[in-house]
């Protein structure tokens, strides 16, 4: 019997045989896979680099897999991608090929470690703000594809307050801002923060302290953290606890293989499981909780940029 994966590669491959077939026609194709389906769409993002954003970001897909949920990454870095270089894998193809409609999106899915899926971004983000309508259309109804196949799609935005980056924040399902103790990645990550509440106040924000030297520190910086966003901004954000300053996570870098992968059994990767968890757990409390799926997302990172 087929999986989802190959019948929406063969749905694909049927509709490239008849070029009259339009975006509906692919929406409507993939609609009969999976009926009212959507991936919960997250952006994990920082104030400012170095932060250790894209290890989170691989280490978090590789143990929210190992839970049985299917995960793909897109890596929307549009300066330093550097998924690909974590996984030790060379892309076949990009997100530009795909806006340029030369390549479906499963034709650009690449495979990582532990039956997740990554897409890389490059240009091709920024060629989709360029897009019209039909070829938005298209590119559109060929993403939506990844719903069906995904229960959770990890953006790994760029670091900083561009314009592109806090688009990706404001569309996303969720935000997890990667904070570490450091004076300047608290400052930054307040500047994101208060970005955001100007245009929405009830985004959620998850907040992880990165690289802390102790449990007490990273409480003490969240603490601090939240208190000011809480009393300033009018922002609640919320903790999703902390990862240590580990010598390993170079090694593992180095390796080219996830830090979850390399030392299972270390004490920091029962905190990134913990990490899992609290995501996973703070979401079935969340009553009314709404997902727009990667066509809402990318719906709403575009229309940003023309409003």
Known sequence: ??????????????????????????????????????????????GKGGVGKTSVTVNLAIALSQKGYRVVIIDADLGLSNIDVVFGIVPKYTLLDSVKSERGILDILCDGPNNIKFISGGSGVQELINLDKNSLDSFIANMSLLDHIADYILIDTGAGLSDTVMNFVLSADEVLLVVTPEPTSITDAYALVKTVSYSKKDCTINVLINRAESEVEAKTVYNNFAMVSDRFLGMKLESLGYLPFDQSFIKSVKLQKPYLLCYPKNSTSKLINDVVDSLLKRETNVNGLTQAGIKGFINKFVGLFTN
């Open 1 to 46: 019997m087929l999986d989802q994966a190959e019948k929406l590669r063969k749905i694909v491959n049927d509709l490239n045989s008849e070029p009259s077939k339009n975006a509906r026609s692919i929406q409507a194709a993939a609609d009969r896979i999976a009926l009212d389906k959507s991936a919960k769409v997250i952006a994990v993002t920082s």
